[in-house]
């Protein structure tokens, strides 16, 4: 089993900063792929980041691109989210999730990642 937790989350002004972690348990957690979605009120679950096993493939939303940067350290089981120049379309809950099949590269579909974050909320003001 793997239990990820998220934090970093809070209020932040448009153009603002702010770096999400995922704390992850379980031994296996170097060898998964792992992802950042996101869900705004009313609509469903988006991707926006993902990161293969070693760190050395990534992948992004288009609508993050050039703002946003997906990192781990596997030493301490951990992923990071550095989101920057943010804007009130940002606004969510991010979820951290990690893909069960080992050394895979980044995935993007919701559907091929098994485990899950609670969640922590996001909110960028105008």
């Known amino acids: 089993q793997v239990q990820l937790v998220e934090s970093g989350g809070g209020l932040v002004q448009a153009g603002g900063s702010l770096r999400l972690s995922c704390a992850a348990s379980?031994?296996?957690?170097?060898?998964?792929?792992m992802g950042w979605f996101r869900q705004a009120p009313g609509k469903e679950r988006e991707f926006v980041a993902t990161?293969?096993?070693?760190?050395?493939?990534?992948d992004y939303a288009d609508s993050v691109k050039g703002r946003f940067t997906i990192s781990r350290d596997n030493a301490k089981n951990t992923v990071y989210l550095q989101m920057n120049s943010l804007k009130p379309e940002d606004t969510a809950v991010y979820y951290c999730?990690?893909?069960?099949?080992?050394?895979?590269?980044?995935?993007?579909?919701?559907?091929?990642?098994?485990?899950w974050g609670q969640g922590t909320q996001v909110t960028v003001s105008s």
């Open positions: 990161i293969n096993w070693s760190g050395g493939n990534t």
């Open positions: 379980g031994r296996t957690f170097s060898t998964y792929t």
């Open positions: 999730a990690a893909n069960g099949l080992p050394y895979g590269g980044a995935v993007r579909a919701t559907n091929r990642y098994i485990y």
